[in-house]
Nanobody, 114 residues
Framework: QVQLVESGGGLVQPGGSLKLSCAAS????????MNWHRQAPGKQRELVAG???????NYADSVKGRFTISRDNAKNTVYLEMNSLKLEDTAVYYC????????WGQGTQVTVSS
């Protein structure tokens, strides 16, 4: 069982930056593929970025070159550094841990607005 708690969301102007964190409780964090998803109002939840057990990363085309996912297995934490934020990045961002089961955090709101 894994419990995930996201933090770091907030209000930022276009072009600004935020860094999200997702702290995981439970054991064997390093065995989980970790992902960040987001859901904007009226839209389906979408995968933003993922990082494998070995550290390989993948990104949605819409965030490539602007977002960076990383993990610190010693701290049981995954991060999402978001730069050059756009209005369309506004969404609730969810942390997801995937192994034999899927675990989700409660989400953190990111609002990009001038």
């Amino acid at each position: 069982q894994v419990q995930l708690v996201e933090s770091g969301g907030g209000l930022v102007q276009p072009g600004g930056s935020l860094k999200l964190s997702c702290a995981a409780s439970g054991s064997n964090f390093w065995l989980y593929v970790m992902n960040w998803h987001r859901q904007a109002p009226g839209k389906q939840r979408e995968l933003v970025a993922g990082i494998s057990i070995g550290g390989s990363t993948n990104y949605a085309d819409s965030v490539k070159g602007r977002f960076t996912i990383s993990r610190d297995n010693a701290k049981n934490t995954v991060y999402l550094e978001m730069n050059s934020l756009k209005l369309e990045d506004t969404a609730v961002y969810y942390c997801n841990a995937r192994s034999h089961s899927d675990y989700w955090g409660q989400g953190t709101q990111v609002t990009v607005s001038s």
